[in-house]
């Protein structure tokens, strides 16, 4: 297991999360960073690769005024699950702290919450909120390398026209020159302090939306370098969607699986002599009946119940009902063809299936294969059977009834695609008519 460092007394590195936007252009009722993408909001995403960067940074998330509490939250969340998988302490560098009119004024405000250790700053848009943590590594690495303005861009891959407002063309720019940039954007801290504080002097603030683009116009150096397809910006519904896509496509396929059941039955012998016997599936003629509603075959209910028990799927009451008139007198194989088509739905097939039968009569040796080769037959799978007396003890040993005990180890499908999770306690749709 790879441990990596507490986070330091004095952290060099601080990120600054702006996520005080309200994004309009995304149209959702809730500001942009708390919108949920695969159940989560767009700040703890963001947040998730700033957590996973190689050096633990100071982060300071920059969130609407009446969402500081919530955006508190989602952060203290993901600081805690961070904590807990890399054995590192985040609480104790994160700020949370109220946004402004614009963003560079967001900015200003995630700058006033700098500790006095820090010496490289970056600044990052929550709406960027699949960024990979390596670029954040790669950018703070590229500043303390270069001592200078880092941002990352990536090739403009369009023909980009100049278009009067008439919708005339008015020239082609050369696209070899062009850079769509990203954040985070990284400065070297005194460089980043000096260009907004010349900037404000020179009234230069509310025209520069970009903090590479301060940064260059203070006279500053500031260098591209590359950057990554998945630090997209989330602006509208269909960005939103695209990053919705992309993480459904990395989202594992869960794994199963063997799983093993065990089921139990019992019924008593009936009062009458006429009730037939029916047991592991076959007709025992001129043996004493079993009761039950339906043909009071423990064996293979006890087998339903093991397989079903196995899939997660509860058991043969709640699945069939025990008065469910469909029932009355059905034998063994109903509920064993029906149980297996529920196996089977839920992403599984029979590996085995081992059945111990527990009663005084029938004798069961003559008919075992023949039982064996039956329910074997139906599950697709061996079935073996045993068959046991309890030496005169108990109920069974009285002569007052059949037990059966059986338990089923199952195996994922190939490629299995299950139509109910098993272990939901769901219990999935009958179709008889199917
Ligand atoms: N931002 C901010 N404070 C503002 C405006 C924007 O912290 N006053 C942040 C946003 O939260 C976002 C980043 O700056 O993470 C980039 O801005 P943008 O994508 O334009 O987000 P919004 O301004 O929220 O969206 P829109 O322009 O569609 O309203
Ligand atoms: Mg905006």
Redesign the pocket.
């Known amino acids: 297991m790879t441990v990596s460092p507490a986070l330091p007394a004095a952290p060099k590195v601080a990120v600054i ?10 149209g959702h009722a809730e ?3 708390f919108v949920l993408l695969h159940m989560r909001p ?1 700040l703890e995403h ?1 947040l998730d690769s700033i957590f996973d960067m190689n050096e633990p940074a100071q982060i300071i998330v ?3 005024g009446d969402r500081v509490a919530d955006a508190r939250a989602i952060a203290a969340h993901a600081a805690a699950r961070h904590t807990a998988a890399r054995h590192v302490t985040f609480a104790s560098a994160l700020s949370i702290v109220a ?9 200003d405000h995630g700058l006033s919450a700098l500790l006095p250790s820090i010496d490289v700053v970056l600044v ?5 909120a699949l960024t990979p943590a390596a670029l954040c590594d790669q950018v703070v690495a590229a500043v303390r390398a270069t001592r200078h303005g880092i941002i990352p861009g990536l090739p403009v891959v369009d023909t980009i026209k100049r278009v009067a407002a008439s919708g005339a063309i008015l020239g082609t720019v050369d696209r070899s020159e062009l850079s769509a940039v990203q ?1 985070p954007q990284g400065f070297p801290r005194a460089m980043f302090e000096a260009a907004r504080t010349w900037a404000a002097a020179n009234g230069r603030f509310e025209a520069l939306t970009d903090d590479a683009a301060l940064v260059a116009d203070a006279g500053h150096p500031v260098t591209v370098i590359a950057g990554h397809p998945l630090a997209f ?4 519904p269909e960005d939103l969607e695209r990053a919705d896509l992309i993480l459904h496509a990395a989202t594992p396929p869960p794994v199963l699986l063997p799983r093993i059941g065990t089921g139990l039955d019992v019924h008593a012998f009936a009062a009458d002599d006429s009730t037939e016997l029916w047991l592991a599936g076959l007709f025992w003629p001129g043996e004493k009946g079993l009761s039950g509603h339906s043909d009071g075959d423990v064996a293979a209910h006890a087998i339903c119940d093991a397989l079903l028990g196995a899939a997660g799927l509860g058991d043969i009451g709640s699945i069939f009902g025990t008065a469910d008139p469909r029932f009355s007198g059905a034998h063994g194989d109903v509920f064993l063809i029906e149980t297996l088509r529920l196996v089977r739905a839920a992403g599984y097939l029979v590996g085995n299936v081992s059945v111990q039968i527990i009663g005084n009569r029938p004798k069961f040796s003559p008919r075992r294969a023949e039982a064996e080769a039956r329910l074997s037959g139906i599950l697709s799978a061996p079935v073996n059977l045993a068959a046991t007396t309890t030496d005169a003890l108990g109920f069974t040993g009285r002569g007052e009834g059949i037990a059966a005990t059986a338990t089923a180890l199952l195996y994922p499908a190939p490629s299995a695609a299950p139509s109910a999770a098993p272990g939901t306690g769901q219990t999935p749709d009958l179709n008889w008519e199917a």
């Open positions: 999360v702006v996520a005080a936007g309200s994004g309009s252009r995304l500001p942009k960073a767009l963001a920059v969130a609407p946004g402004g009119r614009t963003r560079q004024e967001s900015v990052h848009d929550a709406a960027r954040t910006k989330i602006t509208t």
